[in-house]
């Protein structure tokens, strides 16, 4: 199909196509930039490390070249639509000695040497591919165009184009070069890009393995929050429901023993039962609404959050930015971070004016809760914001708070989500 994402005409239009154009073009430039400049740095450091001068030389020269090829993953990003996440070991928090040793052995630190010495010859053959390709097809398309108009000719090698016979043909080759150059332009973007994420990209290994450690400790988490949610009900309905429903059982019991005897006790003893119940019902109704909702599942995450704005002390502008309804369990995380958050906010921030955003971001649910309050707010294992992480982190999600002394705060989530 002339018009699929593969076509002639696809290709044509595709901004992937004309995005690695300039790349191909100048990545001569900037690879021979980073060859000169590391053919001349590391054997000048290596022959000064004998009277010492040479080592700081040398891990300069490396952190150099880590940073050249930090920005190479972003062009290749840019360029090809490849992402490449960093690949480096942790670094140390002090030390000269354990910075050096951090360099020499990270393996992404010679993959970067050997991406940025390699990149000036690929970059050269780029370049001519890329040249020829121009030069040829645009002779072949423009060159015939005065002999359509007028007298002229165009002479190509041993060839001459005098005539309007000849000169229509050279044009429909010109044309066909140039999709055929559309289509080796993608070849080498690939190319290139299958070589930044050989030597730029991380370990696909340990990327896994990392992932997997990674899903392992939310299994975790996630299982220590429910058993925290358990117990926290148990409490719950222990302390309030229970002892509310025991102390009415005890007010019958002594109301239905003077019946007879006292019937004005009897009324008041009654009406203790009859008050003790209603609170029992409201802290019943309560301890359901913290773990889920009914206006949730009813109405959706707007009418939800909008409710408890409505509760809180200050006043919480809310903005739900989501046409389709996340998944259930999305929609409950995203909740109970914002009822937390407002909590939290109530307790301890003395803030005056909060903001609840919910939005999409690709295939992530984003939900930001800000207020004006005093800050400072960190989140400590056991606690509040700590129990979100743990709630969040069920699903992969993140929990992220950003609350300098003195204000404001911003507690973010981003949960994966797909709809």
Not at 16 to 26: E, F, I, Q, S
Not at 106 to 115: I, Q
Not at 200 to 212: P, Q, R
């Amino acid at each position: 199909m002339p018009f699929g994402r593969w076509g002639p005409l696809g290709v044509a239009v595709d901004p992937a196509t004309w995005r690695a154009v300039p790349y191909l073009l100048g990545s001569i430039v900037l690879g021979g930039c980073y060859f000169v400049g590391l053919v001349f740095a590391i054997p000048v450091s290596v022959a000064f490390v004998v009277i010492w001068v040479g080592v700081p030389m040398l891990v300069l020269t490396m952190f150099l070249w880590r940073w050249a090829a930090m920005l190479e993953r972003r062009l290749v990003r840019w360029s090809f639509g490849v992402k490449l996440e960093d690949p480096y070991r942790p670094r140390p928090e002090r030390g000269f000695w354990n910075h050096v040793g951090w360099l020499f052995g990270d393996p992404a630190t010679w993959k970067d040497l050997g991406y940025l010495l390699l990149l000036f010859p690929v970059g050269m053959v780029e370049f001519v591919a890329s040249v020829v390709f121009w030069c040829v097809s645009l002779t072949l398309i423009i060159g015939p165009i005065p002999i359509v108009l007028g007298d002229a000719w165009l002479t190509i090698g041993a060839f001459e184009v005098d005539t309007v016979a000849e000169a229509v043909p050279a044009m429909i080759l010109g044309f066909a070069l140039v999709f055929a150059g559309l289509y080796a332009i993608r070849g080498l973007a690939w190319l290139h890009g299958a070589l930044a994420r050989l030597l730029l990209g991380a370990d696909e290994t340990k990327v896994l393995a990392a992932k997997a450690d990674r899903l392992r400790a939310s299994r975790a988490r996630g299982v220590d929050a429910a058993e925290t949610e358990r117990r926290r009900i148990e409490r719950d309905l222990h302390d309030g429901a229970q002892q509310r429903l025991l102390a009415v059982a005890l007010d019958l019991g002594r109301a239905q023993a003077k019946m007879d005897a006292d019937p004005e006790a009897v009324r008041e003893l009654l009406a203790s039962a009859h008050a003790g119940t209603k609170a029992a019902i409201a802290e019943l109704r309560d301890l359901a609404r913290g773990i889920y909702p009914a206006i949730l599942t009813d109405r959706g995450l707007d009418a939800a959050l909008s409710s408890l704005a409505g509760r809180a002390p200050v006043r919480v502008d809310v903005s739900v930015e989501i046409t389709e309804r996340p998944p259930p369990a999305v929609e409950s995380i995203a909740y109970f971070i914002v009822a937390e958050s407002l909590t939290n906010m109530a307790k301890h921030a003395g803030a005056t004016e909060a903001r609840v955003h919910v939005s999409r971001q690709d295939l992530r649910v984003v939900v930001e809760v800000a207020d004006n309050g005093v800050g400072g707010a960190v989140a400590v294992p056991g606690g509040g914001l700590a129990g979100l992480a743990d709630r969040a982190a069920t699903i992969d999600g993140i929990v992220t708070v950003d609350s300098p002394p003195g204000g404001p705060t911003l507690v973010r989530a981003e949960l994966p989500c797909t709809w």
